[in-house]
Protein backbone atom coordinates (compact mmCIF):
# COMPACT_ATOMS: atom_id res chain seq x y z
CA UNK A 1 0.00 0.00 0.00
CA UNK A 2 1.52 2.91 -0.85
CA UNK A 3 2.07 6.14 1.56
CA UNK A 4 -0.69 8.46 -1.12
CA UNK A 5 -3.54 5.50 -0.96
CA UNK A 6 -2.98 5.15 2.84
CA UNK A 7 -3.04 9.40 3.19
CA UNK A 8 -6.25 9.48 0.75
CA UNK A 9 -8.11 7.11 3.25
CA UNK A 10 -7.33 8.75 6.29
CA UNK A 11 -7.81 11.94 4.64
CA UNK A 12 -11.61 10.34 3.38
CA UNK A 13 -12.34 8.75 6.72
CA UNK A 14 -11.44 12.03 8.91
CA UNK A 15 -13.26 14.37 6.49
CA UNK A 16 -16.34 11.95 7.46
CA UNK A 17 -16.13 11.94 10.81
CA UNK A 18 -15.25 15.63 11.02
CA UNK A 19 -19.54 15.70 8.53
CA UNK A 20 -20.46 13.41 10.89
CA UNK A 21 -19.93 14.50 14.41
CA UNK A 22 -19.61 18.74 13.88
CA UNK A 23 -23.01 19.15 13.53
CA UNK A 24 -24.08 17.27 16.49
CA UNK A 25 -21.16 18.81 18.77
CA UNK A 26 -22.67 22.33 16.82
CA UNK A 27 -25.90 21.04 18.43
CA UNK A 28 -25.05 19.99 21.46
CA UNK A 29 -22.76 23.35 22.54
CA UNK A 30 -25.87 25.79 20.71
CA UNK A 31 -28.39 24.18 23.03
CA UNK A 32 -26.07 24.98 26.11
CA UNK A 33 -25.86 28.84 25.54
CA UNK A 34 -29.09 30.22 27.05
CA UNK A 35 -27.90 31.84 29.50
CA UNK A 36 -25.28 34.46 28.32
CA UNK A 37 -21.60 33.66 28.53
CA UNK A 38 -21.77 30.37 30.69
CA UNK A 39 -22.96 27.04 29.46
CA UNK A 40 -26.25 26.34 31.34
CA UNK A 41 -28.88 23.55 30.99
CA UNK A 42 -31.72 26.75 31.03
CA UNK A 43 -32.74 25.36 27.94
CA UNK A 44 -33.70 21.80 28.79
CA UNK A 45 -35.37 22.82 32.06
CA UNK A 46 -37.58 24.97 30.44
CA UNK A 47 -38.66 22.60 27.68
CA UNK A 48 -39.10 19.68 29.99
CA UNK A 49 -41.24 22.08 31.95
CA UNK A 50 -43.44 22.83 28.79
CA UNK A 51 -46.94 21.60 29.74
CA UNK A 52 -46.94 21.36 25.57
CA UNK A 53 -43.39 19.28 25.02
CA UNK A 54 -45.48 16.72 27.79
CA UNK A 55 -48.23 16.33 25.83
CA UNK A 56 -46.86 16.02 22.42
CA UNK A 57 -43.63 13.75 23.43
CA UNK A 58 -46.44 11.58 25.64
CA UNK A 59 -49.17 11.49 22.54
CA UNK A 60 -45.89 10.68 20.36
CA UNK A 61 -44.82 7.71 22.13
CA UNK A 62 -48.39 6.27 22.46
CA UNK A 63 -48.20 6.82 18.75
CA UNK A 64 -45.50 4.88 18.33
CA UNK A 65 -46.35 2.13 20.98
CA UNK A 66 -49.62 1.08 18.92
CA UNK A 67 -47.99 1.25 15.74
CA UNK A 68 -45.53 -1.14 16.55
CA UNK A 69 -48.49 -3.59 18.14
CA UNK A 70 -50.28 -2.96 14.97
CA UNK A 71 -47.25 -3.73 12.59
CA UNK A 72 -46.50 -6.83 15.49
CA UNK A 73 -49.84 -8.28 14.65
CA UNK A 74 -50.11 -7.74 10.67
CA UNK A 75 -46.66 -8.35 9.84
CA UNK A 76 -45.59 -11.66 11.91
CA UNK A 77 -49.07 -13.70 11.15
CA UNK A 78 -48.33 -12.30 7.69
CA UNK A 79 -44.54 -13.51 7.10
CA UNK A 80 -45.10 -16.69 9.34
CA UNK A 81 -48.07 -18.28 6.45
CA UNK A 82 -46.10 -16.74 3.44
CA UNK A 83 -43.37 -18.65 4.23
CA UNK A 84 -44.97 -21.91 5.52
CA UNK A 85 -47.49 -22.22 3.01
CA UNK A 86 -47.47 -19.31 -0.13
CA UNK A 87 -43.70 -19.41 -0.58
CA UNK A 88 -44.29 -18.57 -4.44
CA UNK A 89 -45.80 -15.06 -2.48
CA UNK A 90 -42.92 -13.94 -0.90
CA UNK A 91 -42.03 -11.57 -3.76
CA UNK A 92 -45.32 -9.91 -4.36
CA UNK A 93 -45.53 -9.74 -0.46
CA UNK A 94 -42.32 -8.55 -0.13
CA UNK A 95 -42.38 -6.13 -3.45
CA UNK A 96 -45.58 -4.68 -1.37
CA UNK A 97 -44.07 -3.71 1.54
CA UNK A 98 -40.95 -2.24 -0.16
CA UNK A 99 -43.24 0.63 -1.85
CA UNK A 100 -43.68 2.55 1.09
CA UNK A 101 -39.96 3.51 -0.04
CA UNK A 102 -40.58 4.75 -3.16
CA UNK A 103 -43.93 6.65 -2.71
CA UNK A 104 -43.02 9.44 -0.58
CA UNK A 105 -44.89 9.66 2.74
CA UNK A 106 -46.23 13.11 1.83
CA UNK A 107 -48.18 11.24 -0.88
CA UNK A 108 -49.40 8.79 0.91
CA UNK A 109 -50.61 11.27 3.72
CA UNK A 110 -52.53 13.53 0.51
CA UNK A 111 -54.21 10.47 -0.71
CA UNK A 112 -55.18 9.62 3.31
CA UNK A 113 -56.64 13.43 3.46
CA UNK A 114 -58.69 13.10 0.04
CA UNK A 115 -59.68 9.42 0.59
CA UNK A 116 -60.91 9.29 3.95
CA UNK A 117 -62.12 12.57 4.68
CA UNK A 118 -66.09 13.80 5.68
CA UNK A 119 -68.03 12.75 3.03
CA UNK A 120 -66.12 9.43 2.12
CA UNK A 121 -67.30 5.62 2.42
CA UNK A 122 -64.70 5.47 5.62
CA UNK A 123 -64.59 9.32 7.40
CA UNK A 124 -61.89 8.76 9.27
CA UNK A 125 -60.71 12.26 9.59
CA UNK A 126 -64.44 12.85 11.20
CA UNK A 127 -63.63 12.09 14.43
CA UNK A 128 -60.44 12.90 16.38
CA UNK A 129 -60.32 8.94 17.55
CA UNK A 130 -60.21 8.26 13.37
CA UNK A 131 -57.30 10.86 12.82
CA UNK A 132 -55.54 8.93 15.32
CA UNK A 133 -56.07 5.43 13.74
CA UNK A 134 -55.33 6.85 10.33
CA UNK A 135 -52.38 8.58 11.62
CA UNK A 136 -51.35 5.18 13.52
CA UNK A 137 -52.07 3.59 9.75
CA UNK A 138 -50.02 5.31 8.17
CA UNK A 139 -47.08 5.07 10.30
CA UNK A 140 -47.61 1.02 10.07
CA UNK A 141 -47.19 2.16 6.19
CA UNK A 142 -43.83 3.98 7.12
CA UNK A 143 -42.32 1.32 8.90
CA UNK A 144 -43.77 -1.94 6.95
CA UNK A 145 -40.35 -2.16 4.93
CA UNK A 146 -38.15 -2.29 8.22
CA UNK A 147 -40.41 -4.12 10.02
CA UNK A 148 -41.61 -7.16 7.47
CA UNK A 149 -37.53 -7.30 6.65
CA UNK A 150 -36.65 -7.78 10.46
CA UNK A 151 -39.38 -10.39 11.24
CA UNK A 152 -38.80 -12.68 7.55
CA UNK A 153 -35.23 -11.96 8.24
CA UNK A 154 -35.81 -13.68 11.60
CA UNK A 155 -38.08 -16.12 10.80
CA UNK A 156 -35.89 -17.78 8.31
CA UNK A 157 -33.20 -18.30 10.85
CA UNK A 158 -35.55 -21.08 12.56
CA UNK A 159 -37.21 -24.06 10.75
CA UNK A 160 -40.76 -22.40 10.50
CA UNK A 161 -42.42 -26.31 9.06
CA UNK A 162 -41.01 -28.47 11.83
CA UNK A 163 -42.01 -26.01 14.70
CA UNK A 164 -45.85 -25.54 13.29
CA UNK A 165 -45.90 -29.60 12.66
CA UNK A 166 -44.37 -30.43 15.86
CA UNK A 167 -47.15 -28.25 17.98
CA UNK A 168 -49.97 -29.19 15.67
CA UNK A 169 -49.53 -32.82 16.68
CA UNK A 170 -49.53 -31.20 20.36
CA UNK A 171 -53.04 -29.70 19.37
CA UNK A 172 -52.35 -26.69 19.08
CA UNK A 173 -54.30 -23.82 17.25
CA UNK A 174 -53.01 -21.27 14.56
CA UNK A 175 -53.31 -18.45 17.48
CA UNK A 176 -51.74 -20.86 20.19
CA UNK A 177 -48.91 -21.55 17.70
CA UNK A 178 -48.11 -17.80 16.47
CA UNK A 179 -48.43 -16.50 20.20
CA UNK A 180 -46.55 -19.51 21.89
CA UNK A 181 -44.14 -21.06 20.00
CA UNK A 182 -43.38 -18.58 16.35
CA UNK A 183 -43.33 -15.38 18.34
CA UNK A 184 -40.65 -16.42 21.36
CA UNK A 185 -38.66 -17.95 18.78
CA UNK A 186 -38.51 -14.08 16.95
CA UNK A 187 -38.52 -11.53 19.66
CA UNK A 188 -35.09 -10.04 18.49
CA UNK A 189 -36.12 -9.60 14.93
CA UNK A 190 -39.75 -8.18 16.58
CA UNK A 191 -37.82 -5.99 19.04
CA UNK A 192 -35.60 -4.43 16.20
CA UNK A 193 -38.33 -3.80 13.79
CA UNK A 194 -40.37 -2.11 17.14
CA UNK A 195 -37.38 0.09 17.75
CA UNK A 196 -36.97 1.12 14.38
CA UNK A 197 -40.29 2.02 14.18
CA UNK A 198 -40.37 3.81 17.24
CA UNK A 199 -37.69 6.06 15.94
CA UNK A 200 -39.17 6.64 13.27
CA UNK A 201 -42.70 7.56 14.63
CA UNK A 202 -41.33 9.42 17.83
CA UNK A 203 -39.81 12.73 15.51
CA UNK A 204 -41.99 11.81 12.09
CA UNK A 205 -43.14 15.35 10.61
CA UNK A 206 -44.57 15.14 7.43
CA UNK A 207 -47.96 12.93 8.43
CA UNK A 208 -48.57 14.24 12.14
CA UNK A 209 -48.19 17.61 10.69
CA UNK A 210 -50.61 17.54 7.63
CA UNK A 211 -53.16 15.20 9.48
CA UNK A 212 -52.98 18.19 12.40
CA UNK A 213 -52.24 15.90 14.87
CA UNK A 214 -50.10 16.83 18.38
CA UNK A 215 -46.92 14.87 17.79
CA UNK A 216 -44.17 15.71 18.92
CA UNK A 217 -42.02 16.55 15.47
CA UNK A 218 -44.69 19.38 14.30
CA UNK A 219 -44.34 20.52 17.60
CA UNK A 220 -40.43 20.86 17.01
CA UNK A 221 -40.99 22.76 14.23
CA UNK A 222 -43.26 24.95 15.42
CA UNK A 223 -40.99 26.43 17.89
CA UNK A 224 -38.49 26.20 15.94
CA UNK A 225 -40.30 29.07 14.19
CA UNK A 226 -40.60 30.38 17.86
CA UNK A 227 -38.35 29.74 20.31
CA UNK A 228 -34.14 30.38 20.45
CA UNK A 229 -33.08 27.88 22.27
CA UNK A 230 -35.32 25.89 22.92
CA UNK A 231 -35.64 23.77 20.10
CA UNK A 232 -32.29 23.14 20.12
CA UNK A 233 -32.76 21.27 23.16
CA UNK A 234 -35.44 19.07 22.40
CA UNK A 235 -33.34 18.67 19.27
CA UNK A 236 -30.27 17.04 21.55
CA UNK A 237 -33.33 15.15 23.34
CA UNK A 238 -35.18 13.46 20.06
CA UNK A 239 -31.40 12.53 19.01
CA UNK A 240 -30.85 11.17 22.24
CA UNK A 241 -34.11 8.83 21.86
CA UNK A 242 -33.55 7.69 18.30
CA UNK A 243 -29.90 7.27 18.50
CA UNK A 244 -30.94 5.26 21.80
CA UNK A 245 -33.17 2.94 20.06
CA UNK A 246 -31.25 2.38 16.72
CA UNK A 247 -27.33 1.42 19.71
CA UNK A 248 -30.59 -1.43 21.28
CA UNK A 249 -31.25 -2.62 17.89
CA UNK A 250 -27.59 -3.49 17.14
CA UNK A 251 -27.53 -4.86 20.82
CA UNK A 252 -30.39 -6.52 19.62
CA UNK A 253 -29.01 -8.57 16.79
CA UNK A 254 -25.91 -9.09 18.42
CA UNK A 255 -27.77 -10.88 21.05
CA UNK A 256 -29.23 -12.89 18.69
CA UNK A 257 -26.11 -14.03 16.87
CA UNK A 258 -25.05 -14.95 20.07
CA UNK A 259 -27.68 -16.99 20.92
CA UNK A 260 -28.05 -18.70 17.49
CA UNK A 261 -24.51 -19.87 17.82
CA UNK A 262 -24.76 -24.15 17.88
CA UNK A 263 -23.56 -25.04 21.86
CA UNK B 1 -69.11 -51.49 -0.48
CA UNK B 2 -66.80 -49.61 1.61
CA UNK B 3 -65.47 -46.52 0.85
CA UNK B 4 -61.54 -45.65 0.08
CA UNK B 5 -60.03 -44.65 3.48
CA UNK B 6 -58.23 -42.08 1.51
CA UNK B 7 -60.76 -41.08 -0.92
CA UNK B 8 -59.49 -37.62 -2.36
CA UNK B 9 -61.83 -34.78 -1.31
CA UNK B 10 -62.54 -32.04 -3.04
CA UNK B 11 -61.27 -28.94 -1.11
CA UNK B 12 -61.44 -25.21 -2.18
CA UNK B 13 -58.02 -23.48 -1.97
CA UNK B 14 -58.25 -21.44 1.05
CA UNK B 15 -54.44 -21.03 1.90
CA UNK B 16 -54.92 -17.74 0.12
CA UNK B 17 -57.33 -16.45 3.52
CA UNK B 18 -54.44 -16.35 5.78
CA UNK B 19 -52.92 -13.34 3.65
CA UNK B 20 -56.03 -11.56 3.28
CA UNK B 21 -55.78 -8.75 6.55
CA UNK B 22 -52.27 -7.80 5.09
CA UNK B 23 -53.46 -7.50 1.65
CA UNK B 24 -56.85 -5.76 2.87
CA UNK B 25 -54.89 -3.26 4.78
CA UNK B 26 -51.98 -2.52 2.15
CA UNK B 27 -54.79 -1.50 -0.19
CA UNK B 28 -56.53 0.16 2.18
CA UNK B 29 -53.71 2.30 3.38
CA UNK B 30 -51.02 2.55 0.89
CA UNK B 31 -52.56 1.19 -2.61
CA UNK B 32 -55.94 2.90 -2.87
CA UNK B 33 -54.53 6.29 -1.14
CA UNK B 34 -52.07 6.58 -4.34
CA UNK B 35 -54.65 5.49 -6.92
CA UNK B 36 -56.37 7.81 -5.78
CA UNK B 37 -53.95 10.50 -6.42
CA UNK B 38 -52.70 8.82 -9.39
CA UNK B 39 -56.13 8.95 -11.14
CA UNK B 40 -57.21 12.46 -9.66
CA UNK B 41 -54.34 13.81 -11.49
CA UNK B 42 -55.96 12.65 -15.01
CA UNK B 43 -59.11 13.76 -14.26
CA UNK B 44 -61.54 17.53 -14.09
CA UNK B 45 -63.69 18.70 -11.39
CA UNK B 46 -66.13 17.12 -12.91
CA UNK B 47 -64.27 13.73 -12.66
CA UNK B 48 -63.91 13.72 -16.56
CA UNK B 49 -60.60 12.21 -18.18
CA UNK B 50 -58.01 14.94 -18.86
CA UNK B 51 -54.35 15.41 -19.49
CA UNK B 52 -54.72 19.11 -18.77
CA UNK B 53 -53.41 19.06 -15.25
CA UNK B 54 -50.10 17.47 -16.46
CA UNK B 55 -49.94 20.37 -18.72
CA UNK B 56 -50.68 22.57 -16.24
CA UNK B 57 -47.51 21.38 -14.20
CA UNK B 58 -45.69 23.49 -16.66
CA UNK B 59 -47.28 26.66 -15.46
CA UNK B 60 -45.96 29.37 -12.89
CA UNK B 61 -43.32 27.86 -10.20
CA UNK B 62 -43.87 24.49 -10.32
CA UNK B 63 -41.41 23.76 -13.12
CA UNK B 64 -38.54 25.98 -11.07
CA UNK B 65 -39.52 23.70 -8.30
CA UNK B 66 -38.98 20.50 -9.82
CA UNK B 67 -35.76 21.63 -11.08
CA UNK B 68 -34.61 23.15 -8.33
CA UNK B 69 -35.47 19.47 -6.39
CA UNK B 70 -33.37 17.56 -9.13
CA UNK B 71 -30.72 19.63 -8.30
CA UNK B 72 -30.73 19.37 -4.87
CA UNK B 73 -31.24 15.66 -5.15
CA UNK B 74 -28.62 15.35 -8.17
CA UNK B 75 -25.92 17.30 -6.37
CA UNK B 76 -26.54 15.22 -2.83
CA UNK B 77 -26.79 12.45 -4.43
CA UNK B 78 -23.56 12.42 -6.27
CA UNK B 79 -21.38 13.70 -3.24
CA UNK B 80 -22.56 11.09 -1.44
CA UNK B 81 -21.52 8.67 -3.56
CA UNK B 82 -18.53 10.12 -3.67
CA UNK B 83 -17.64 10.90 -0.05
CA UNK B 84 -19.20 7.60 0.84
CA UNK B 85 -16.92 5.54 -1.88
CA UNK B 86 -14.22 6.96 -0.65
CA UNK B 87 -14.78 6.39 3.26
CA UNK B 88 -15.70 2.86 2.10
CA UNK B 89 -13.07 1.86 0.03
CA UNK B 90 -10.26 3.37 2.96
CA UNK B 91 -12.12 1.05 5.63
CA UNK B 92 -12.86 -2.18 3.16
CA UNK B 93 -8.88 -1.89 1.19
CA UNK B 94 -7.20 -1.24 4.56
CA UNK B 95 -6.07 2.08 4.16
CA UNK B 96 -6.60 2.83 7.74
CA UNK B 97 -6.84 0.37 10.50
CA UNK B 98 -9.20 -2.82 10.42
CA UNK B 99 -10.92 -2.13 12.89
CA UNK B 100 -12.66 0.94 11.79
CA UNK B 101 -14.90 -1.05 9.44
CA UNK B 102 -17.46 -2.69 12.24
CA UNK B 103 -18.31 0.90 13.74
CA UNK B 104 -18.41 2.65 10.68
CA UNK B 105 -20.78 0.55 9.26
CA UNK B 106 -22.81 0.41 12.97
CA UNK B 107 -22.93 4.19 12.89
CA UNK B 108 -23.88 4.09 9.23
CA UNK B 109 -26.66 1.85 9.64
CA UNK B 110 -28.25 4.56 12.64
CA UNK B 111 -27.44 7.58 10.50
CA UNK B 112 -28.61 6.62 7.22
CA UNK B 113 -31.87 6.66 8.88
CA UNK B 114 -31.98 10.52 10.45
CA UNK B 115 -33.62 12.54 7.91
CA UNK B 116 -35.91 14.94 10.34
CA UNK B 117 -36.78 18.31 12.40
CA UNK B 118 -33.68 17.65 14.23
CA UNK B 119 -31.56 16.91 11.89
CA UNK B 120 -31.89 20.40 9.99
CA UNK B 121 -31.51 21.72 13.54
CA UNK B 122 -27.96 20.39 14.01
CA UNK B 123 -27.08 21.98 10.92
CA UNK B 124 -28.77 25.50 11.55
CA UNK B 125 -26.54 24.90 14.78
CA UNK B 126 -23.29 24.61 13.50
CA UNK B 127 -23.66 26.32 9.99
CA UNK B 128 -26.18 28.76 10.84
CA UNK B 129 -25.65 32.57 11.33
CA UNK B 130 -24.68 32.43 14.81
CA UNK B 131 -23.86 28.54 14.40
CA UNK B 132 -20.54 26.83 15.77
CA UNK B 133 -18.22 26.58 12.48
CA UNK B 134 -19.70 30.09 11.31
CA UNK B 135 -18.52 31.53 14.91
CA UNK B 136 -15.22 29.66 14.86
CA UNK B 137 -14.33 30.89 11.09
CA UNK B 138 -15.27 34.65 11.64
CA UNK B 139 -13.70 34.76 15.23
CA UNK B 140 -10.25 33.14 14.37
CA UNK B 141 -9.56 33.60 10.48
CA UNK B 142 -11.83 36.39 9.86
CA UNK B 143 -14.16 34.80 7.02
CA UNK B 144 -17.55 35.48 7.13
CA UNK B 145 -19.70 32.01 5.06
CA UNK B 146 -22.69 34.46 4.30
CA UNK B 147 -19.81 37.56 2.70
CA UNK B 148 -17.17 35.99 1.84
CA UNK B 149 -18.06 32.41 0.62
CA UNK B 150 -21.55 33.09 -0.08
CA UNK B 151 -23.51 30.63 1.59
CA UNK B 152 -26.73 30.44 3.77
CA UNK B 153 -27.72 27.66 5.20
CA UNK B 154 -30.90 28.37 3.67
CA UNK B 155 -30.00 27.91 0.67
CA UNK B 156 -29.40 24.98 -2.02
CA UNK B 157 -25.82 24.83 -0.90
CA UNK B 158 -27.18 24.84 2.46
CA UNK B 159 -30.07 22.12 2.04
CA UNK B 160 -27.59 19.65 -0.07
CA UNK B 161 -24.57 19.45 3.04
CA UNK B 162 -27.65 18.87 5.38
CA UNK B 163 -28.82 15.94 3.27
CA UNK B 164 -25.21 14.83 2.97
CA UNK B 165 -26.00 13.34 6.76
CA UNK B 166 -27.81 10.72 5.53
CA UNK B 167 -26.93 10.41 2.13
CA UNK B 168 -23.27 9.34 2.65
CA UNK B 169 -23.83 6.34 5.55
CA UNK B 170 -26.42 5.12 2.87
CA UNK B 171 -23.55 4.86 0.45
CA UNK B 172 -21.10 3.38 2.80
CA UNK B 173 -23.98 0.90 3.81
CA UNK B 174 -24.85 -0.44 0.27
CA UNK B 175 -21.30 -0.13 -1.38
CA UNK B 176 -19.32 -1.84 1.34
CA UNK B 177 -20.52 -5.36 0.43
CA UNK B 178 -19.74 -4.69 -3.35
CA UNK B 179 -16.55 -3.37 -2.42
CA UNK B 180 -15.61 -6.94 -0.36
CA UNK B 181 -17.16 -8.70 -3.25
CA UNK B 182 -14.01 -7.59 -5.35
CA UNK B 183 -12.02 -10.77 -5.37
CA UNK B 184 -8.00 -10.61 -4.98
CA UNK B 185 -7.55 -12.65 -7.56
CA UNK B 186 -9.04 -10.68 -10.08
CA UNK B 187 -6.48 -7.87 -8.83
CA UNK B 188 -3.86 -10.42 -8.67
CA UNK B 189 -4.67 -11.90 -12.29
CA UNK B 190 -4.36 -8.17 -13.89
CA UNK B 191 -0.79 -7.64 -12.00
CA UNK B 192 0.30 -10.52 -13.27
CA UNK B 193 -1.05 -9.86 -16.84
CA UNK B 194 1.42 -6.28 -16.09
CA UNK B 195 -1.35 -4.18 -15.11
CA UNK B 196 -0.64 -0.72 -12.90
CA UNK B 197 -2.83 0.00 -10.14
CA UNK B 198 -4.85 2.89 -11.95
CA UNK B 199 -5.26 0.47 -14.93
CA UNK B 200 -7.10 -2.26 -12.58
CA UNK B 201 -9.18 0.23 -11.07
CA UNK B 202 -10.07 2.09 -14.77
CA UNK B 203 -10.38 -1.60 -16.43
CA UNK B 204 -11.22 -4.19 -13.82
CA UNK B 205 -12.74 -2.54 -10.87
CA UNK B 206 -14.43 0.31 -11.94
CA UNK B 207 -16.95 -1.77 -14.47
CA UNK B 208 -17.89 -4.36 -12.37
CA UNK B 209 -18.34 -1.56 -9.46
CA UNK B 210 -20.45 0.54 -11.91
CA UNK B 211 -23.67 -0.69 -11.97
CA UNK B 212 -23.52 -0.81 -7.68
CA UNK B 213 -22.13 2.72 -7.68
CA UNK B 214 -24.78 4.34 -10.30
CA UNK B 215 -27.57 2.20 -8.74
CA UNK B 216 -26.99 3.37 -5.41
CA UNK B 217 -26.48 7.25 -6.99
CA UNK B 218 -30.70 6.80 -7.71
CA UNK B 219 -31.34 5.11 -4.67
CA UNK B 220 -29.79 8.33 -3.08
CA UNK B 221 -31.81 10.67 -5.47
CA UNK B 222 -35.21 9.25 -4.72
CA UNK B 223 -34.39 9.29 -1.20
CA UNK B 224 -33.44 13.09 -1.28
CA UNK B 225 -36.40 13.82 -3.49
CA UNK B 226 -39.56 12.92 -1.44
CA UNK B 227 -37.60 14.41 2.36
CA UNK B 228 -39.86 17.01 3.23
CA UNK B 229 -39.30 17.26 7.28
CA UNK B 230 -35.77 18.42 6.74
CA UNK B 231 -36.09 21.20 4.25
CA UNK B 232 -39.27 22.73 6.16
CA UNK B 233 -37.83 22.53 9.33
CA UNK B 234 -34.05 24.01 7.73
CA UNK B 235 -35.59 26.70 5.33
CA UNK B 236 -39.52 27.18 5.85
CA UNK B 237 -40.57 27.81 2.65
CA UNK B 238 -37.61 30.15 1.05
CA UNK B 239 -36.62 27.44 -0.93
CA UNK B 240 -38.78 26.39 -3.42
CA UNK B 241 -38.77 22.33 -3.87
CA UNK B 242 -41.52 19.90 -4.80
CA UNK B 243 -42.41 19.05 -1.21
CA UNK B 244 -42.87 21.57 -0.02
CA UNK B 245 -44.81 23.36 -2.80
CA UNK B 246 -46.80 20.08 -2.21
CA UNK B 247 -47.12 20.60 1.78
CA UNK B 248 -48.09 23.96 1.25
CA UNK B 249 -50.81 23.29 -1.56
CA UNK B 250 -52.07 20.12 0.77
CA UNK B 251 -52.36 22.82 3.49
CA UNK B 252 -54.02 25.43 1.63
CA UNK B 253 -54.84 24.81 -2.19
CA UNK B 254 -52.16 27.44 -3.37
CA UNK B 255 -52.02 26.48 -6.55
CA UNK B 256 -55.95 27.14 -6.66
CA UNK B 257 -56.95 23.41 -8.23
CA UNK B 258 -56.92 20.77 -6.38
CA UNK B 259 -56.43 18.02 -9.52
CA UNK B 260 -53.03 20.45 -9.82
CA UNK B 261 -51.96 19.52 -6.67
CA UNK B 262 -52.73 15.45 -7.36
CA UNK B 263 -50.97 16.28 -10.86
CA UNK B 264 -47.65 17.60 -8.54
CA UNK B 265 -47.79 14.36 -6.17
CA UNK B 266 -48.03 12.06 -9.23
CA UNK B 267 -45.09 14.11 -10.73
CA UNK B 268 -43.00 12.76 -7.64
CA UNK B 269 -44.23 9.84 -7.47
CA UNK B 270 -43.06 8.74 -11.13
CA UNK B 271 -39.88 10.32 -10.11
CA UNK B 272 -38.98 8.34 -7.55
CA UNK B 273 -40.63 5.30 -8.92
CA UNK B 274 -37.90 5.90 -12.23
CA UNK B 275 -34.89 6.37 -9.78
CA UNK B 276 -35.80 3.07 -7.64
CA UNK B 277 -36.74 0.97 -11.04
CA UNK B 278 -33.27 2.58 -12.38
CA UNK B 279 -32.01 1.02 -8.60
CA UNK B 280 -33.29 -2.24 -8.63
CA UNK B 281 -32.25 -3.04 -12.57
CA UNK B 282 -28.72 -1.59 -11.78
CA UNK B 283 -28.67 -3.83 -8.21
CA UNK B 284 -29.85 -6.76 -10.52
CA UNK B 285 -27.07 -6.67 -13.31
CA UNK B 286 -24.20 -5.90 -10.27
CA UNK B 287 -25.24 -9.43 -8.58
CA UNK B 288 -24.08 -11.23 -11.84
CA UNK B 289 -20.31 -10.41 -10.56
CA UNK B 290 -20.72 -9.99 -6.84
CA UNK B 291 -21.56 -13.81 -5.92
Avoid at chain 1, 143 to 160: F, K, Q, S
Wanted: glycine share 8%; charged share 10%; aromatic share 14%.
Amino acid sequence: MSLWTRIAGWGALIFGLLYFFVPLGGLFEFSLKARRGVYSFDAYAKVLADPQFQQTFTYSVVMALVTIAIGVVLVVPTAFWVRLKMPWARPYVEFLTLMPLVIPAIVIVFGYIRLYNTSSFLPLTGSVMGTNLLLAFGYTILALPYMYRAVDTGLRTIDVATLTEAAQSLGAGWVTILGRVILPNVIPAVLSGAFLTFAIVIGEFTLAALLDRPAFGPYLQRIGANKAYEPFALSVIAFGITWGCLVLIQLVSRLQKTAQRPA
Amino acid sequence: MKQEPHAPRLRLPLTWVGLLPFVIFVVMFLVLPTMHIVIGAFQTRDGAFTLQNILDLNSGTIPSSYWISVKISVASAALGCLIGFGMAAAVVFGAVPRWFKSPLLTFSGVASNFAGVPLAFAFLATFGPVGLVTVLLRNNFGIVLQRDLGFSILSFWGLTITYLFFQIPLMILIITPALEGLKREWREAAEVLGATGLQYWRMVALPILFPSILGTFALLFANAFGAVATAIALTGSSLNIVPIQLYAQIRGDVLGNPHLGYAMAFGMIVVTAIANIAYIWLRVRAERWLK
